[in-house]
């Protein structure tokens, strides 16, 4: 059984930096490609950023230049550093292979919810 936990949110200053990461077990992690995504209030879950099992990552533009993904195969951890966080960065941040099976919450962990405010 595939078990995604994410961590490291919290509320954040505009402009904070945390760190997100992702454990994974179940999966055969190294043969993945690996996703952020997000989802803010009322919004869809979209992509934020993915990481090939070779280590290449394919960002959206809304993350080029703030967030840095990668990936420690022996750990089975993904990780995102955000930087220049924004109030639009505020969302529940997931992570999940690259395409996800489905969008039922039994093939998604809880995420990591990162609030971006003063």
């Known amino acids: 059984q595939v078990q995604l936990v994410e961590s490291g949110g919290g509320l954040v200053q505009p402009g904070g930096s945390p760190r997100l990461s992702c454990a994974a077990s179940?999966?055969?992690?190294?043969?993945?490609?690996m996703g952020w995504y997000r989802q803010a209030p009322g919004k869809q879950r979209e992509m934020v950023v993915h990481?090939?099992?070779?280590?290449?990552?394919m960002y959206v533009d809304f993350g080029k230049g703030r967030f840095i993904i990668s990936r420690d195969n022996a750990k089975k951890v993904v990780y995102l550093q955000m930087n220049s966080l924004r109030s639009e960065d505020t969302a529940v941040y997931y992570c999940?292979?690259?395409?996800?099976?489905?969008?039922?919450?039994?093939?998604w962990g809880q995420g990591t919810q990162v609030t971006v405010s003063s």
């Open positions: 999940n292979i690259c395409p996800p099976p489905s969008f039922s919450n039994d093939d």
């Open positions: 179940g999966i055969i992690f190294s043969i993945f490609t």
């Open positions: 990481i090939s099992s070779d280590g290449r990552p």
